[in-house]
Structure formats: structure tokens, C-alpha cells
């Protein structure tokens, strides 16, 4: 191992990892090599959401989250909302209602949106926005996102 490497260990997506990581990769670097492409890095200064991954259940920006602190903790990404090949509740929401163009930004908003109605099962369009005010739509697909979120939160709670 080289004096720029580390040996970590973290739960991804529900299962244990291991991985030598280099000190100046970060969290979408990372997630790259275990070919994860959900988290996009773009702006690459935590403002855009578009690399957001929950770490121990918090979002973080993956652009500026070190690889290495990640150690010990639980990572979740959106390749993990799908089950048994089946969209989630949120992703065939953000499909219906038409919520992304281009679909760059699309990851972060989805997996933002699995956090918010986690934490909050009927939000309010003011509270959407608040919510996912740190992600940003260069296409301007707003009004759907909160279509899709309403929706989505519409449908978990039938569920």
C-alpha cells in the first residue's frame, strides 16, 4: 500500500465492502470503480446535487465527500431503490409525471425525494422546495419534480 492509499471497510447498498482508496478520490470517484454511475459529479462544489449519496442516512454531496470517510459507515446510493428489478415508488413518479429531461440531475432529485418523504410522508409544495433546494434542474423540469413528489407521496401512502 502506498503512502496515498487507505484500506476502508463500509456497508454499500445493504452489503459489507472493502476498498483501498486513495486519499484525494472522493465518494464519486469511488462509487465509479465499483460501477456505480448514479451520482454524477458536475459542478464538483457540493452545489448542484447531482452527486448526492446518503452516508449513515444523511445526503451528502459525493463531489466533496473524501472517499476515505466513508470508514465504517453505511452508504446508500440510488441503485439501491430498485427492488427486484421493479422502480420504486419515487422513480416510476418522477417517470409519470415526466420529471426530468435531460436526466442528468434526476438521480440526486429521486434520491432526495426518498429522504424527504421518509422524513416528512406529506410535505407541502413549500416544503418540496425546501427540501430539494440544493439540488438544481439546468432543464427547468421544477413544476414536475413536484408533481412527482406529491405523487409519489400520494402512492406510498396507499401502499
Given at each position: 500500500?502506498?503512502?496515498?492509499?487507505?484500506?476502508?471497510?463500509?456497508?454499500?447498498?445493504?452489503?459489507?465492502?472493502?476498498?483501498?482508496?486513495?486519499?484525494?478520490?472522493?465518494?464519486?470517484?469511488l462509487?465509479?470503480?465499483?460501477?456505480?454511475?448514479?451520482?454524477?459529479?458536475?459542478?464538483g462544489?457540493?452545489?448542484?446535487?447531482?452527486?448526492?449519496?446518503?452516508?449513515?442516512?444523511?445526503?451528502?454531496?459525493?463531489?466533496?465527500?473524501?472517499?476515505?470517510?466513508?470508514?465504517?459507515?453505511?452508504?446508500?446510493?440510488?441503485?439501491?431503490?430498485?427492488r427486484?428489478?421493479?422502480?420504486?415508488?419515487?422513480?416510476?413518479?418522477?417517470?409519470?409525471?415526466?420529471?426530468?429531461?435531460?436526466?442528468?440531475?434526476?438521480?440526486?432529485?429521486?434520491?432526495?425525494?426518498?429522504?424527504?418523504?421518509?422524513?416528512?410522508?406529506?410535505?407541502?409544495?413549500?416544503?418540496?422546495?425546501?427540501?430539494?433546494?440544493?439540488?438544481?434542474?439546468?432543464?427547468a423540469?421544477?413544476?414536475?419534480?413536484?408533481?412527482?413528489?406529491?405523487?409519489?407521496?400520494r402512492?406510498?401512502?396507499?401502499?
Amino acid at each position: 500500500m502506498n503512502q496515498h492509499a487507505k484500506s476502508i471497510s463500509f456497508v454499500l447498498n445493504g452489503s459489507k465492502a472493502e476498498m483501498l482508496v486513495q486519499t484525494h478520490e472522493n465518494l464519486v470517484e469511488l462509487l465509479n470503480r465499483l460501477d456505480l454511475h448514479g451520482a454524477r459529479e458536475s459542478c464538483g462544489q457540493g452545489l448542484c446535487g447531482c452527486c448526492t449519496v446518503i452516508v449513515d442516512d444523511i445526503a451528502v454531496s459525493g463531489c466533496l465527500c473524501p472517499a476515505a470517510f466513508i470508514d465504517g459507515k453505511s452508504v446508500e446510493t440510488i441503485e439501491n431503490l430498485d427492488r427486484d428489478g421493479r422502480l420504486s415508488l419515487v422513480q416510476q413518479a418522477y417517470i409519470d409525471e415526466g420529471a426530468f429531461q435531460c436526466g442528468f440531475c434526476t438521480s440526486g432529485f429521486i434520491l432526495m425525494t426518498h429522504k424527504l418523504l421518509e422524513e416528512n410522508p406529506m410535505p407541502t409544495d413549500e416544503e418540496i422546495r425546501n427540501y430539494l433546494a440544493g439540488n438544481l434542474c439546468r432543464c427547468a423540469a421544477y413544476p414536475e419534480i413536484i408533481s412527482a413528489v406529491k405523487s409519489a407521496a400520494r402512492k406510498m401512502a396507499r401502499s
